[in-house]
């Protein structure tokens, strides 16, 4: 499955933004999906994760309450609604795919998208 991140842009703090990820090539439904992200200096770290469904989902503390993850497995699309940003939210965001049911964890993911830089200005 091939994936197109798109929806980054900058944003002062306390804003809002929705990041995207069409999926083409696959069967969207049959993957757990997820975002990840780096920060400048830092590893890829996970951020967001949905079960195949829909109906499950999974958030890194740092995020929790403030971003939303969601899926339309009709649109082949992958959701990232974030709102109430800080600077330290600034980071290039990745979806990716896998087929694993330990979805938390980057290496279990076999497909990447190519990001979509978010930057939050103070």
């Known amino acids: 499955v091939q994936l197109q991140a798109s929806g980054g842009g900058l944003v002062q703090a306390g804003g809002s933004l929705r990041l995207s990820c069409a999926a083409s090539?696959?069967?969207?439904?049959?993957?757990?999906m997820g975002w990840f992200r780096r920060a400048p200096g830092k590893e890829r770290e996970f951020v967001a994760a949905?079960?195949?469904?829909?109906?499950?989902?999974f958030y890194a503390d740092s995020v929790k309450g403030r971003f939303t993850i969601s899926r339309d497995n009709a649109k082949n699309t992958l959701y990232l609604q974030m709102s109430s940003l800080k600077p330290e939210d600034t980071a290039v965001y990745y979806c990716?795919?896998?087929?694993?049911?330990?979805?938390?964890?980057?290496?279990?993911?076999?497909?990447w998208g190519q990001g979509t830089q978010v930057t939050v200005s103070s």
């Open positions: 090539g696959g069967t969207f439904r049959n993957y757990n």
């Open positions: 949905v079960r195949r469904s829909g109906t499950g989902t």
């Open positions: 990716a795919a896998t087929t694993n049911v330990n979805f938390a964890h980057i290496a279990n993911y076999q497909y």
